[in-house]
């Protein structure tokens, strides 16, 4: 809510995500609009209880032209005061910095929005402020590759710049297969970098920050790197920390169902199979993690206080 009624929500979904999202905005007072993909008119299933209008983009593989999109929310905004822009979805960040910055809504920019999409930015800022990076190269000049190749030992790391994951990414053993690759992206190479391959375990961290403090963070390691399972076969598998103690206490399998339906499928054979005291564990490891979420949300206020 605001001094002059309820914030208006944009939500951006080139994919079916945010569900959960939805509902509580919903829940919160917020008029909620959704702009999605034309793609998924027939085959999404949105919760449409939580949602006061629906808007499609036309797409291509989930991808919009950038001023079209511009060109249909100004149109929206002619008649519907929008407050808040949410992209619902990793890819869909560009989508929503691009329109906060052309009309002016509160949120982050498109140069704030590349330090978490763009490989390129991320690692330049880390570096920028001293913080240990994999030695890597903008696949812009010539000779800044070249002097990256006969200083960096082989191999490397070709990565697209703003893919989500493994996709995309691609292990170069020699100059002479690097160049070959760069010359096979054309024109598309400035969307690339390389970097210094480095072998081990695989971590992220996934933290909730509010006016530079930190709420919630939590450190997930991956059973195996996610580029060997992409390109290997597999299971994508987690080891999650418990919050503040830094040991795992619990594996995620990441098939083909979202992570709460995964969560009840696995309470539900631990009971069916008398597994009690794992059973046990994993609500108290629940518990604390909702217990976390909750403070960073905060009791006291609602998530979209002014």
Not at 137 to 144: A, F, I, K, P, T
Not at 229 to 257: D, I, N, P, S, Y
Not at 262 to 274: E, I, K, W, Y
Request: aromatic share 8%; charged share 25%; glycine share 6%.
């Amino acid at each position: 809510m605001t001094a002059f009624g309820p914030l208006t929500i944009l939500c951006i979904a080139s994919y079916e995500k945010g569900h959960e999202f939805l509902r509580e905005a919903k829940r919160q007072g917020a008029i909620v609009l959704l702009l999605t993909s034309e793609s998924l008119m027939k085959t999404a299933s949105w919760p449409s209880e939580s949602i006061d209008e629906i808007f499609y983009m036309a797409d291509v593989n989930k991808k919009w032209n950038p001023q079209h999109t511009i060109l249909a929310v100004s149109h929206l905004a002619r008649n519907r005061k929008i407050d808040r822009i949410v992209p619902l979805d990793d890819f869909d960040l560009e989508t929503a910095a691009a329109l906060r910055e052309h009309m002016r809504i509160p949120g982050m920019g498109e140069t704030t929005t590349r330090y978490f999409r763009d490989k390129l930015a991320m690692r330049s800022r880390a570096k920028f402020a001293k913080l240990p990076v994999p030695d890597f190269v903008r696949l812009l000049n010539d000779g800044e590759i070249h002097e990256f190749t006969r200083g960096v030992q082989s191999p490397w790391m070709l990565k697209p710049r703003s893919q989500a994951g493994a996709i995309g990414l691609k292990k170069i053993a020699s100059e002479h297969e690097l160049w070959k690759s760069l010359e096979a992206l054309g024109d598309e190479r400035s969307f690339y970098l390389l970097e210094r391959y480095l072998p081990g375990q695989v971590y992220h961290v996934d933290t909730i920050v509010f006016h530079e403090k930190l709420l919630f963070c939590n450190v997930s390691r991956y059973g195996a790197p996610p580029m060997d399972v992409t390109h290997q076969g597999g299971v994508f598998t987690e080891l999650m920390a418990r919050v503040g103690q830094g040991r795992a206490c619990r594996r995620r399998r990441k098939l083909c169902c979202s992570a709460d339906e995964a969560r009840r499928r696995r309470t539900a054979n631990l009971v069916s199979q008398g597994r009690m005291a794992e059973y046990r564990r994993v609500q108290r490891s629940r518990n604390c993690v909702a217990h976390a979420k909750g403070l960073a949300r905060g009791y006291d206020r609602p998530l979209f206080s002014p």
